[in-house]
């Protein structure tokens, strides 16, 4: 009897009633429509739909014509009328959608004021609170994505896209990661506060803590922690942590490495790669750092560095003069800069005539190398440190001196110091040997003029044996027919002379005298080797004649001829 009583009482304030395929349980609840379960104070209440099931007070409250939904939690889809498929999990969750469909609202007001937004996943308490009409969303996290409005976007994390309105196709993952944007889309942040309070900007990837995080502009890459921080503008690409921190207006940047360009502000198109390369430089552009701390001290642009610190460059360039320095880090007025002894297989030179103009033949090259002071020298020891020059004794000229003789071969350096042009030294070199020959030639000649007139002088004086010092001595020329044969002899009026002279003789001759030693007649330029000449002798009278065979000046046989 107690147990019916129980039972009766019950049953005046719970209501549990299945109405053909609807199940409703609660006052209010909703019992129209086909296979709907509406559990719950007015849960359901003007449902008409169906496959319907909606838990919790109030939970579907104002569903008409829609169906495929599962609301669960007070006042969840409270504002549903036509809206499908949807599945809203927790108070208020989905509160204030309408007509949207296929949602996925799982939390404490997710979704709560979307109205017609569809293929959303919303999980989080105030995840998606303010998002209305976007489509295909995801967005898990505590009031992540709460005010988008935008579709396709992706928000994972606690304030991940919290204020994304209109921002469509953003990837954001990380607590607060993408937190300011509203507008910018095509993005992907992933790191905690990646992106933080970037506002706009689209085609940016941001991925580390704080990466990129007050950051704007479009079409950046950045990676690590506080890299691009503060950048503003578009196409950078910074990889490391701090890398590229202070930039703002600086464009078209690519920074790897640890801090490197950290302090870039406006410089564009800039290449730092290395642990902070660059790393002081902030309105430089046009440089390309590479290595460990390279160009860490340079402030300028259009320099190249590479180098292992900011202690050993390696290589120096500058893209404006087109210089570039071997060995070190300075400032030079020369295309190529070797700072210690260089060694190459080869040189060439570029000498085309078409590149030239007002030539002029080099004259008292002698004389002007005359003047020249070579000396030997060692370099002093702080020299060698600061310009890697090598040990040891070494020849050369000392520019100064060379100045004063030849100030073109002489220049002077950005710092003062004075270079010397070795390479055009060699014309003057060549020059001189030149006019040296030329005098050696005259010098000769005028020996070899002498020797005749010595040996002109001897015949006419009577003296014939001075031409060679013993020309008639018998031991030195026991045959006198061994190199010369006259036929025939005694002759008249003209003999045939065959006589054997050096191939390389210069300067064959034969040379008539009378018995006295006076010279009668020469015959000169003949052939040198085995050769014959016809000599006529019709100025000649008749009588004793000696006729010598001279050969460079050296007589080289004598025989006796008789005149008829």
Same mark, same amino acid.
């Given at each position: 009897m107690r147990k019916l009583l129980f039972t009766l009482i019950l049953s005046n304030w719970w209501v549990w009633q299945t109405y053909g395929q609807n199940t409703a349980y609660g006052t209010g609840a909703g019992n129209a429509g086909t296979q709907n379960t509406s559990v719950g104070y007015y849960a359901g209440d003007k449902v008409t739909g169906y496959n319907n099931s909606f838990f919790g007070t109030y939970a579907g409250f104002n569903t008409t014509s829609g169906g495929n939904n599962f609301f669960g939690g007070a006042s969840s889809g409270y504002s549903n009328v036509s809206g499908m498929g949807n599945v809203f999990l927790g108070?208020?969750?989905?509160?204030?959608?309408?007509?949207?469909?296929?949602?996925? &609202?799982?939390?404490?007001?997710?979704?709560?004021?979307?109205?017609?937004?569809?293929?959303?996943?919303?999980?989080?308490?105030?995840?998606?609170?303010?998002?209305?009409?976007?489509?295909?969303?995801?967005?898990?996290?505590?009031?992540?994505?709460?005010?988008?409005?935008?579709?396709?976007?992706?928000?994972?994390?606690?304030?991940?896209?919290?204020?994304?309105?209109?921002?469509?196709?953003?990837?954001?993952?990380?607590?607060?990661?993408?937190?300011?944007?509203?507008?910018?889309?095509?993005?992907?942040?992933?790191?905690?506060?990646?992106?933080?309070?970037?506002?706009?900007?689209?085609?940016?990837?941001?991925?580390?803590?704080?990466?990129?995080?007050?950051?704007?502009?479009?079409?950046?890459?950045?990676?690590?922690?506080?890299?691009?921080?503060?950048?503003?503008?578009?196409?950078?690409?910074?990889?490391?942590?701090?890398?590229?921190?202070?930039?703002?207006?600086?464009?078209?940047?690519?920074?790897?490495?640890?801090?490197?360009?950290?302090? =870039? =502000?406006?410089?564009?198109?800039?290449?730092?790669?290395? &642990?902070?390369?660059?790393?002081?430089?902030?309105?430089?552009?046009?440089?390309?750092?590479?290595?460990?701390?390279?160009?860490?001290?340079?402030?300028?642009?259009?320099?190249?560095?590479?180098?292992?610190?900011?202690?050993?460059?390696?290589?120096?360039?500058?893209?404006?003069?087109?210089?570039?320095?071997?060995?070190?880090?300075?400032?030079?007025?020369?295309?190529?800069?070797?700072?210690?002894?260089?060694?190459?297989?080869?040189?060439?030179?570029?000498?085309?005539?078409?590149?030239?103009?007002?030539?002029?033949?080099?004259?008292?090259?002698?004389?002007?190398?005359?003047?020249?002071?070579?000396?030997?020298?060692?370099?002093?020891?702080?020299?060698?440190?600061?310009?890697s020059f090598s040990s040891g004794k070494h020849y050369g000229f000392i520019a100064q001196d060379l100045q004063k003789v030849m100030p073109e071969l002489v220049r002077e350096d950005a710092d003062g110091s004075l270079a010397i042009n070795y390479i055009e030294i060699i014309p003057l070199l060549t020059k001189a040997i030149q006019e040296l020959s030329q005098k050696q030639q005259e010098i000769d000649l005028y020996k070899n003029e002498l020797k005749e007139i010595k040996e002109q002088l001897a015949l006419l004086t009577g003296n014939p044996e001075e031409l060679t010092g013993n020309a008639f001595d018998e031991q030195q020329h026991p045959d006198n027919t061994r190199n010369m044969q006259l036929l025939p002899n005694p002759g008249r009026e003209e003999i045939k002379v065959l006589y054997k002279a050096n191939k390389k003789a210069t300067n064959v001759q034969l040379r008539i005298f009378d018995m006295q030693g006076r010279w009668k007649k020469t015959i000169s330029n003949l052939s040198p080797g085995d050769a014959e000449v016809l000599v006529q002798c019709t100025d000649l009278s008749a009588g004793m004649y000696h006729v010598a065979l001279v050969q460079d000046g050296e007589v080289m046989g004598i025989n006796k001829l008789i005149i008829e």
């Amino acid at each position: 009897m107690r147990k019916l009583l129980f039972t009766l009482i019950l049953s005046n304030w719970w209501v549990w009633q299945t109405y053909g395929q609807n199940t409703a349980y609660g006052t209010g609840a909703g019992n129209a429509g086909t296979q709907n379960t509406s559990v719950g104070y007015y849960a359901g209440d003007k449902v008409t739909g169906y496959n319907n099931s909606f838990f919790g007070t109030y939970a579907g409250f104002n569903t008409t014509s829609g169906g495929n939904n599962f609301f669960g939690g007070a006042s969840s889809g409270y504002s549903n009328v036509s809206g499908m498929g949807n599945v809203f999990l927790g108070l208020s969750s989905g509160r204030n959608n309408t007509d949207g469909s296929y949602n996925v &609202y799982l939390g404490y007001v997710a979704g709560f004021n979307n109205a017609s937004g569809s293929d959303n996943v919303t999980i989080g308490t105030y995840a998606g609170y303010n998002s209305s009409g976007g489509r295909g969303n995801v967005t898990i996290g505590r009031s992540a994505g709460s005010n988008n409005r935008a579709d396709y976007n992706t928000f994972l994390g606690y304030l991940a896209g919290h204020r994304n309105q209109t921002g469509t196709q953003n990837l954001f993952a990380g607590n607060d990661a993408g937190f300011g944007n509203e507008t910018g889309s095509y993005n992907v942040y992933l790191g905690p506060m990646a992106g933080h309070n970037k506002t706009d900007g689209k085609m940016n990837v941001f991925i580390g803590y704080q990466t990129g995080g007050n950051a704007a502009g479009e079409s950046n890459v950045f990676v690590g922690s506080h890299s691009g921080y503060y950048n503003n503008a578009n196409h950078n690409t910074f990889v490391g942590v701090n890398t590229g921190q202070s930039n703002d207006s600086g464009a078209r940047n690519l920074f790897m490495g640890f801090s490197a360009g950290n302090s =870039n =502000n406006s410089g564009s198109d800039n290449v730092y790669l290395g &642990y902070h390369a660059g790393s002081t430089n902030t309105i430089g552009s046009g440089n390309i750092f590479i290595g460990k701390q390279a160009g860490y001290y340079e402030t300028g642009s259009n320099k190249f560095y590479l180098a292992n610190s900011y202690s050993n460059t390696l290589l120096y360039g500058d893209f404006t003069s087109r210089n570039i320095v071997v060995g070190g880090s300075l400032s030079s007025s020369y295309k190529l800069y070797v700072m210690g002894d260089a060694y190459a297989t080869g040189l060439w030179v570029s000498s085309d005539k078409k590149w030239k103009h007002e030539e002029k033949k080099v004259k008292g090259a002698l004389e002007v190398i005359n003047k020249f002071e070579p000396k030997s020298y060692e370099f002093r020891q702080k020299s060698k440190e600061r310009m890697s020059f090598s040990s040891g004794k070494h020849y050369g000229f000392i520019a100064q001196d060379l100045q004063k003789v030849m100030p073109e071969l002489v220049r002077e350096d950005a710092d003062g110091s004075l270079a010397i042009n070795y390479i055009e030294i060699i014309p003057l070199l060549t020059k001189a040997i030149q006019e040296l020959s030329q005098k050696q030639q005259e010098i000769d000649l005028y020996k070899n003029e002498l020797k005749e007139i010595k040996e002109q002088l001897a015949l006419l004086t009577g003296n014939p044996e001075e031409l060679t010092g013993n020309a008639f001595d018998e031991q030195q020329h026991p045959d006198n027919t061994r190199n010369m044969q006259l036929l025939p002899n005694p002759g008249r009026e003209e003999i045939k002379v065959l006589y054997k002279a050096n191939k390389k003789a210069t300067n064959v001759q034969l040379r008539i005298f009378d018995m006295q030693g006076r010279w009668k007649k020469t015959i000169s330029n003949l052939s040198p080797g085995d050769a014959e000449v016809l000599v006529q002798c019709t100025d000649l009278s008749a009588g004793m004649y000696h006729v010598a065979l001279v050969q460079d000046g050296e007589v080289m046989g004598i025989n006796k001829l008789i005149i008829e």
